[in-house]
């Protein structure tokens, strides 16, 4: 297992900007899957973007030109370069991982505790 902790949220007013970071932590894990989710309020949780190590991206249309994701290796990290933000665009955002343990079989699922995201003027 991994723990995932996001940064980044805020409040901006249409058209903004903000960008979310999420750092994985653990020992003897490899991650497999790097990713965002969002969760607005009465709604069920949904895929934002997706970064597979050495795999295709993946984004939600709604979000498709507007949001990149981005990842460092290195230092096990993923970002999520949100540009010309609606207000459709406000709640909860997780950081979402899928990680191997070295040396065992099977995968694990992690979830950050989430950071929200309000679009407002």
């Known amino acids: 297992q991994v723990q995932l902790v996001e940064s980044g949220g805020g409040l901006v007013q249409p058209g903004g900007s903000l960008r979310l970071s999420c750092v994985a932590s653990?020992?003897?894990?490899?991650?497999?899957?790097m990713g965002w989710y969002r969760q607005a309020p009465g709604k069920q949780r949904e895929l934002v973007a997706t970064?597979?190590?050495?795999?295709?991206?993946t984004y939600a249309d709604s979000v498709k030109g507007r949001f990149t994701i981005s990842r460092d290796y290195a230092k096990r990290m993923v970002y999520l370069q949100m540009n010309s933000l609606k207000s459709e665009d406000t709640a909860v955002y997780y950081c979402?991982?899928?990680?191997?343990?070295?040396?065992?079989?099977?995968?694990?699922?992690?979830w950050g505790q989430g950071t929200q995201v309000t679009v407002s003027s």
């Open positions: 979402n991982a899928v990680s191997t343990r070295v040396g065992a079989l099977g995968s694990w699922t992690n």
């Open positions: 653990g020992s003897n894990t490899r991650i497999e899957k």
């Open positions: 970064a597979p190590t050495g795999g295709p991206i």
